[in-house]
């Protein structure tokens, strides 16, 4: 069974830039139609997509977030990250890091239990 822990900081400053990283254990982050997102919840508002990259290297982002994120893979420690840049308190959220499959269409199957974010001075 896939199991995902995401870590990082819990504060971040504004206009500074946020960096977690997810370790995966239990599958490869190169296996192939794997595919590895990030995904956040802000107080009182739904899910939103960040960003993912997938078993090959291609990361896409979000285009509300494309000009302040950089997802990237470490595949020797099994993990990939997470940066946003540029904070500002509206980036506070629970992150989730979080694996898709594909099976038919993409889907996602395992959830990290995701970490706290809070941007504040």
């Known amino acids: 069974q896939v199991q995902l822990q995401e870590s990082g900081p819990g504060l971040v400053k504004p206009s500074q830039t946020l960096s977690l990283s997810c370790i995966v254990s239990?599958?490869?982050?190169?296996?192939?139609?794997?595919?590895w997102s990030w995904i956040r919840q802000s107080p009182g508002k739904g899910l939103e997509w960040m960003g993912v990259?997938?078993?090959?290297?291609?990361?896409y982002y979000s285009p509300s977030l494309k000009s302040r994120i950089s997802i990237s893979r470490d595949t020797s420690k099994n993990q990939f990250s997470l940066q946003l840049s540029s904070v500002t308190p509206e980036d506070t959220a629970v992150y989730y890091c979080?694996?898709?499959?594909?099976?038919?269409?993409?889907?996602?199957?395992?959830w990290g239990q995701g970490t706290q974010v809070t941007v504040s001075s």
């Open positions: 990259i997938t078993y090959d290297g291609s990361a």
């Open positions: 239990g599958g490869s982050i190169t296996t192939t139609y794997y595919a």
């Open positions: 979080v694996k898709d499959a594909k099976k038919g269409g993409w889907a996602s199957d395992y």
